[in-house]
Nanobody
């Protein structure tokens, strides 16, 4: 399994970024693909998850309405469109392969199991 993130960078608060993840080494439709993030000194936080087979999506509470996850099955690519970025969105963002999306009462929770990439840094400035 290989997951390679790209698209991170420095952006002003209120701006947008689109992260990309190139996935390989597994049957895309048999897994969920997700994004989680980790800021310095903080725990991992589930951002978004997509069930590849049927397209269902899940989001963490802090990003609902601002971030959108999508995929291109023909290219085995996963994307995270991030709009209206806030200072607290600053973190390293990781693309992950999970067995399923964990839905905790309407909020996506990263399971901590599966495979993930090296991450891409997103820094939001004021």
């Amino acid at each position: 399994v290989q997951l390679v993130e790209s698209g991170g960078g420095l952006v002003q608060a209120g701006g947008s970024l689109r992260l990309s993840c190139a996935a390989s080494g597994f049957a895309f439709d048999d897994y969920a693909v997700s994004w989680f993030r980790q800021a310095p000194g903080k725990a991992r936080e589930g951002v978004s998850c997509l069930v590849s087979r049927d397209g269902r999506t899940f989001y963490g509470d802090s990003v609902k309405g601002r971030f959108t996850i999508s995929s291109d099955k023909t290219k085995n690519m996963v994307y995270l469109q991030m709009n209206n970025l806030k200072l607290e969105d600053t973190a390293v963002y990781y693309c992950a392969q999970e067995r399923y999306c964990t839905d905790d009462g309407g909020t996506y929770r990263f399971s901590g199991f599966g495979s993930w990439g090296q991450g891409t840094q997103v820094t939001v400035s004021s």
